[in-house]
């Protein structure tokens, strides 16, 4: 399974409806399943990435797409 990471703005542009899709959170990003999207993946615009992939999965955890929290420190 492969998803697509494209600008909110450009998804929009060509017509998807992102109401509903995951966005970074300051939302000028989006991803969405390869399949749904696969017409525009040949756009310099459009990253594609494996599932299973360690650099997708960094990016949905990473600061720009997950919120952080502080988790108390234990002794």
């Not at 939302?27 to 756009?43: Q, R, S, T």
């Not at 310099?44 to 960094?58: K, N, T």
Request: charged share 30%; aromatic share 14%.
């Amino acid at each position: 399974m492969k998803f697509a990471i494209m600008f909110a703005e450009y998804a929009e542009s060509v017509g998807f409806d992102i109401t509903h899709w995951r966005k970074s959170l300051d939302g000028n990003k989006a991803i969405a399943h390869y399949d749904y999207a696969a017409f525009l993946c040949e756009d310099s615009e459009i990253d594609v990435y494996d599932f299973r992939d360690p650099e997708l999965l960094a990016i949905l955890a990473s600061s720009e797409w997950t919120e952080q929290v502080d988790t108390p420190e234990t002794t």
